[in-house]
């Protein structure tokens, strides 16, 4: 009678089929998690979506149409983007109180949660700027110089060679760039809102608009040092003609009566 031989397993055997396990469920894991993740996000966004219909059902719909279409009172939302929300919402520019030449800058109205769920609502409707990142608009380490010399050329015509704003046609106005939070003016750039233009990546880059954000930061700072003297307000030259003219030769007619007054006197004498 033959003897059975019974095959002893290594002693590593267990090590390796408890590997094996642990491999199989974390390629389990790494398959199913991210889909239940993606899932998870789709639902947070659809609520987001849905919240921000809600509100702009309410304080939005009557002037730009039930779906963003637009109306005879407000233009179409569909393709604005939610920078373009961010922005006129968030400088409380939205909604307007009443429809006029020019929408000003007033006290916000909404959260900036709420006004996340608008964005969200306005971005589904068609594809657009996005809102962007802190550290597209942080001015830390940019080029003053060269954002100078990007605004002069692109912005000074309207805004004032400071940003201090000035008045264009037909009761329009470029509004004061002083204390703007630097992201709403990113987002002005890259959406163009009233009556500037937009200038896209492809203008003005993103290192661009951080110049030109850290340049006026630079000179409406309070700790900017004007070798000039008197900066009448950095209003540019026609406030300085102005002062020139009227207090300057103001000035120096009284010389002149003051001069004339004393010589007719002497003579008299």
């Not at 894991?29 to 899932?39: E, G, L, S």
Request: proline share 6%; with cysteine.
């Amino acid at each position: 009678m033959k003897k059975l031989s019974v095959r002893r397993r290594h002693p590593l055997a267990a090590v390796v089929v408890l590997l094996i396990a642990l491999a199989a469920t974390g390629g389990l894991y790494t398959a199913f998690a991210p889909a239940d993740k993606a899932q998870a996000d789709e639902t947070a966004q659809t609520l987001t979506i849905e919240e921000g219909k809600k509100l702009y059902s309410v304080g939005c719909a009557s002037c730009h149409g039930k779906g963003g279409e637009g109306t005879s009172d407000g233009p179409s939302l569909v393709g604005v983007g939610a920078a373009a929300v961010d922005f006129q919402v968030g400088t409380g520019r939205m909604p307007a109180q009443q429809p006029g030449a020019q929408v000003p800058k007033k006290k916000n109205i909404y959260s900036q949660a709420e006004i996340d769920q608008l964005a969200a609502y306005i971005a589904s409707l068609g594809a657009g700027p996005e809102i962007p990142t802190e550290n597209a608009y942080n001015p830390e380490g940019a080029d003053i110089a060269e954002g100078g010399e990007l605004f002069r050329t692109n912005c000074a015509q309207c805004h004032n060679f400071t940003g201090k704003g000035g008045a264009l046609s037909e009761g329009k106005y470029a509004p004061s760039l002083e204390g703007v939070d630097p992201k709403h003016i990113y987002e002005a750039m890259q959406t163009g809102p009233q009556n500037m233009p937009s200038f896209p990546d492809t203008t003005l880059s993103e290192e661009n608009k951080k110049d030109i954000i850290a340049y006026l930061e630079a000179v409406n700072s309070d700790d900017t040092v004007e070798p000039g003297g008197l900066s009448l307000g950095g209003l540019g030259p026609v406030s300085e003609g102005l002062f020139g003219w009227v207090f300057g030769l103001g000035t120096l007619i009284a010389v002149a009566v003051w001069v004339a007054a004393r010589t007719a006197k002497a003579k008299k004498s």
